[in-house]
Protein backbone atom coordinates (compact mmCIF):
# COMPACT_ATOMS: atom_id res chain seq x y z
CA UNK A 1 0.00 0.00 0.00
CA UNK A 2 0.49 3.96 -0.46
CA UNK A 3 0.93 6.20 2.41
CA UNK A 4 1.83 9.85 1.67
CA UNK A 5 3.94 12.01 4.45
CA UNK A 6 4.86 15.26 4.51
CA UNK A 7 8.17 15.61 6.01
CA UNK A 8 8.21 18.85 8.23
CA UNK A 9 6.92 21.16 5.02
CA UNK A 10 4.73 21.18 1.74
CA UNK A 11 8.05 20.42 -0.23
CA UNK A 12 8.71 17.09 0.83
CA UNK A 13 5.06 14.97 0.36
CA UNK A 14 6.32 11.41 -0.03
CA UNK A 15 4.54 8.33 -1.61
CA UNK A 16 6.53 5.26 0.47
CA UNK A 17 5.82 1.50 0.29
CA UNK A 18 6.76 0.56 3.85
CA UNK A 19 8.30 -3.10 2.79
CA UNK A 20 10.34 -1.51 0.34
CA UNK A 21 11.42 1.51 1.91
CA UNK A 22 13.30 -0.05 4.59
CA UNK A 23 15.07 -2.70 1.97
CA UNK A 24 15.70 0.55 0.20
CA UNK A 25 17.89 1.81 3.01
CA UNK A 26 19.19 -1.22 3.76
CA UNK A 27 20.84 -1.71 -0.02
CA UNK A 28 21.96 1.72 0.58
CA UNK A 29 23.96 1.14 3.70
CA UNK A 30 25.41 -1.87 2.59
CA UNK A 31 26.39 -0.59 -0.78
CA UNK A 32 28.85 1.73 1.44
CA UNK A 33 29.85 -0.71 3.71
CA UNK A 34 31.28 -2.73 0.70
CA UNK A 35 32.13 0.30 -1.38
CA UNK A 36 32.49 3.43 0.83
CA UNK A 37 29.99 5.17 -2.02
CA UNK A 38 26.82 6.60 -0.67
CA UNK A 39 24.46 5.90 -4.07
CA UNK A 40 20.69 6.99 -3.72
CA UNK A 41 19.96 5.85 -7.82
CA UNK A 42 20.51 2.02 -9.46
CA UNK A 43 22.19 3.75 -12.46
CA UNK A 44 25.23 2.11 -13.76
CA UNK A 45 26.03 5.46 -15.93
CA UNK A 46 26.62 7.66 -12.72
CA UNK A 47 29.42 9.03 -12.29
CA UNK A 48 31.45 9.90 -9.24
CA UNK A 49 30.53 13.82 -9.42
CA UNK A 50 26.55 12.87 -9.44
CA UNK A 51 26.63 10.47 -6.85
CA UNK A 52 25.89 12.95 -4.16
CA UNK A 53 23.05 14.50 -6.13
CA UNK A 54 19.56 14.16 -5.03
CA UNK A 55 17.07 14.32 -8.00
CA UNK A 56 13.69 13.90 -6.28
CA UNK A 57 11.75 14.57 -3.59
CA UNK A 58 11.70 10.85 -2.76
CA UNK A 59 15.24 10.81 -3.04
CA UNK A 60 15.57 13.64 -0.46
CA UNK A 61 13.38 11.99 2.15
CA UNK A 62 15.48 8.21 1.78
CA UNK A 63 18.65 10.64 2.07
CA UNK A 64 17.26 11.93 5.80
CA UNK A 65 16.47 8.56 6.44
CA UNK A 66 19.61 7.03 5.80
CA UNK A 67 21.81 9.75 7.51
CA UNK A 68 19.04 9.16 10.69
CA UNK A 69 19.93 5.11 10.61
CA UNK A 70 24.12 5.82 9.90
CA UNK A 71 23.62 7.74 13.10
CA UNK A 72 22.21 5.45 14.80
CA UNK A 73 24.17 3.21 13.75
CA UNK A 74 27.49 5.38 14.16
CA UNK A 75 28.79 5.35 10.63
CA UNK A 76 30.54 8.53 10.40
CA UNK A 77 31.45 8.19 6.94
CA UNK A 78 28.34 7.31 5.79
CA UNK A 79 27.03 10.42 8.18
CA UNK A 80 29.54 12.65 6.71
CA UNK A 81 28.93 11.52 2.86
CA UNK A 82 25.14 12.39 3.87
CA UNK A 83 25.31 15.82 5.59
CA UNK A 84 27.73 16.51 2.58
CA UNK A 85 24.56 15.91 0.11
CA UNK A 86 22.07 17.86 2.40
CA UNK A 87 24.59 20.75 2.79
CA UNK A 88 24.56 20.84 -1.32
CA UNK A 89 20.53 21.44 -1.56
CA UNK A 90 20.07 23.87 1.35
CA UNK A 91 17.64 26.44 0.21
CA UNK A 92 15.64 28.80 1.52
CA UNK A 93 12.24 26.41 1.54
CA UNK A 94 14.40 23.93 3.81
CA UNK A 95 16.93 25.32 5.59
CA UNK A 96 14.79 25.78 8.70
CA UNK A 97 13.71 22.19 8.52
CA UNK A 98 17.29 21.05 7.67
CA UNK A 99 18.41 22.67 10.93
CA UNK A 100 15.94 21.09 13.26
CA UNK A 101 17.32 17.86 11.49
CA UNK A 102 20.80 19.22 11.81
CA UNK A 103 19.57 19.76 15.93
CA UNK A 104 17.64 16.58 16.82
CA UNK A 105 20.83 14.23 15.22
CA UNK A 106 23.59 16.51 16.89
CA UNK A 107 25.35 17.13 13.94
CA UNK A 108 27.04 20.25 14.19
CA UNK A 109 28.87 20.57 10.72
CA UNK A 110 25.05 20.86 9.69
CA UNK A 111 24.17 22.44 12.38
CA UNK A 112 26.17 25.25 11.72
CA UNK A 113 25.69 25.37 8.03
CA UNK A 114 21.86 25.97 8.16
CA UNK A 115 22.24 28.54 10.94
CA UNK A 116 25.34 30.97 8.65
CA UNK A 117 22.55 29.88 5.82
CA UNK A 118 19.48 31.36 7.91
CA UNK A 119 21.56 34.32 8.93
CA UNK A 120 22.89 35.72 5.84
CA UNK A 121 19.30 34.55 3.94
CA UNK A 122 17.09 35.99 6.73
CA UNK A 123 14.50 37.91 4.67
CA UNK A 124 14.10 34.97 2.64
CA UNK A 125 14.01 31.37 4.63
CA UNK A 126 10.32 30.94 5.36
Same mark, same amino acid.
Given at each position: ????? #? *???? !?????? /??? %? =??? =??? !?? =???? %?????? *? ?8 ? &? @? ?11 ? *? ?6 ? &? $??? %??? $? ?6 ? +???? #? @? ?6 ? %????? &? +?? /?? =? +? ?8 ? &? /? ?5
Amino acid at each position: FCCVF #V *LHGP !CYAVCR /HYP %L =RRQ =RQM !CI =RDRY %LYTDCL *LLQDDPELVE &S @DLLVVRSDCEMAQ *LIEVLEAA &S $MLC %LDG $MVGMCITA +LIRH #V @DAGNAVQF %LGLGC &S +LC /HE =R +LLNYCVEFVV &S /HFWDVG
